[in-house]
């Protein structure tokens, strides 16, 4: 139920490479496009992030702003701008966590969002696949424990050591926990993969 | 390391868990263009942006689209109020000036029509009174200034009603002075009594009520003196009308 807005929101995923190609050409009508398609999801993975609508907001802003101005790196024939936008958003919306929390930010984790060109070779309608569909499933069967670390992870931008305190367990156990949860995903969305 | 001992990692390099050194070897295999690693990097970037794709979805402000757009230039080629709002707060002023201007020149003239009617409605008693007295019954009748160049006019009084002074020839009083009646007594030695002050017109006639009974048995006549516009007491200057009312009592 919760992935039909993304199924909606993605089911043109083959007029991606047209809009990167439009943003390329500085055409503002293909941000407009753009938004269209991927505004709701960014804003509400932001939103989940940094749970104020006002700063949401401002982050999705500055997320499409920067897709604006990185994407003459796009590879429009290769490239699959959904993820590499939701890694953006992912990552705005992280640094304004940890810049509000007076936390460290992680170099490496901007600098590769920066490198739009990372995200070439993606199934262009990733978003709107099998995969898609088969990621919500997977993680709600992961325990509680593997989908809170995950989920810190992810959505708080913590690190495995910060996960360890907010959960009060042994950084083993929750590297553990981490490891384990990401086989159990990897193997659910490739078996989805494999057998579509 | 290579590329098999990294396989666990790359989930972790991915959602920037990953710690070294297998973080710095990722880094160090990518950047030499490593395809196992690259392959393995773009399956776990895949699963990244799966995850992202979870939350659940919220509402959206429509205007945050708008913000965006604008952010790049974009303005929205949308039907513009902005001239038609301006237009009609134009408009409204314009009329609450024109309006409020003909409320002002209404309450002057409204003003100035009710000053009038005063006038007129002070005029017409006046003439009523006048009238009243002409046509009483037990009127009388006394002329003065049969002498050319004096002024001349006739003296209407009734007992009941008062008197009425009708004169012509009759000098503009001069700035602060006033005509002032006075009744004259019969007994010898009596003060005259002040009838109230009046001014008379431009062409030199003058017109007079007096409304109120008058005691014509103790009348002898009624004069006419200059005096200071306020009134005075008794009188300080010749008379310029004297009728006598003896003829006519007679």
Redesign the interface.
């Known amino acids: 139920m919760f992935l039909l807005p993304i199924l909606l929101a993605f089911r043109a995923a083959e007029g991606d490479a047209d809009i990167v190609v439009r943003l390329q050409r500085r055409e503002p009508q293909a941000l407009a496009d753009l938004y269209d398609r991927y505004g709701r999801v960014a804003y509400s993975l932001i939103l989940r992030v940094v749970r104020d609508t006002g700063i949401a907001e401002d982050l999705v802003q500055e997320t499409f702003l920067r897709i604006w101005n990185r994407v003459h790196a796009f590879d429009a024939r290769k490239g699959a701008v959904g993820p590499w936008l939701l890694a953006v958003a992912r990552n705005r919306a992280i640094d304004y966590l940890r810049s509000s929390g007076g936390r460290e930010r992680h170099a490496v984790e901007f600098a590769e969002t920066d490198r739009p060109s990372l995200y070439t070779g993606m199934d262009l309608g990733i978003l709107a696949s099998d995969k898609a569909r088969a990621i919500g499933a997977a993680v709600e069967k992961l325990s509680a424990h593997q989908r809170q670390a995950i989920e810190l992870a992810y959505f708080e931008g913590l690190s495995q050591t910060e996960i360890a305190e907010r959960m009060g367990q042994p950084l083993g156990t929750v590297k553990t926990w981490v490891r384990e949860a990401l086989k159990n995903l990897r193997d659910e969305v490739g078996a989805r993969a494999v057998s579509a | 390391m290579n590329c098999s001992e990294l396989r666990?990692h790359y989930?972790?390099y991915a959602?920037?868990?990953a710690?070294n050194p297998e973080?710095d070897e990722i880094?160090a295999h990518l950047d030499r263009g490593c395809e196992v690693c690259l392959a393995q990097?773009?399956?776990a970037?895949?699963?990244?942006?799966?995850?992202?794709?979870?939350?659940?979805?919220?509402a959206?402000?429509p205007r945050?689209?708008r913000?965006?757009?604008a952010?790049?230039?974009?303005g929205q080629r949308s039907f513009g109020w902005t001239p038609f709002l301006a237009g009609s707060t134009i408009m409204c002023l314009a009329a609450a000036f024109y309006f409020g201007g003909r409320e002002w020149d209404f309450s002057r003239e409204v003003l100035r029509l009710n000053e009038q009617s005063r006038s007129q409605i002070i005029e017409i008693t006046r003439l009523n009174g006048a009238f009243a007295i002409l046509n009483g019954p037990d009127t009388t009748v006394a002329s003065f200034g049969e002498k050319t160049g004096q002024p001349k006019g006739k003296v209407f009084c009734n007992l009941t009603l008062g008197c009425l002074l009708i004169a012509s020839n009759l000098p503009q009083a001069p700035a602060g002075k006033a005509y002032e009646l006075w009744f004259i007594p019969k007994a010898k030695g009596a003060s005259p009594i002040r009838a109230g002050i009046f001014q008379s017109e431009s062409d030199g006639t003058a017109i007079d009520v007096r409304r109120g009974p008058v005691d014509m048995d103790a009348t002898a006549a009624l004069a006419v003196t200059m005096e200071a516009d306020t009134g005075v007491d008794v009188p300080t200057s010749t008379p310029v009308i004297v009728a006598s009312l003896a003829p006519a009592l007679q």
């Open positions: 666990d989930e972790l959602l920037a868990l710690e973080r880094r990097m773009k399956r970037r895949e699963m990244t942006a799966l995850l992202g794709a979870i939350s659940a979805p919220a959206i402000s945050l689209r913000r965006i757009l952010s790049v230039g974009a």
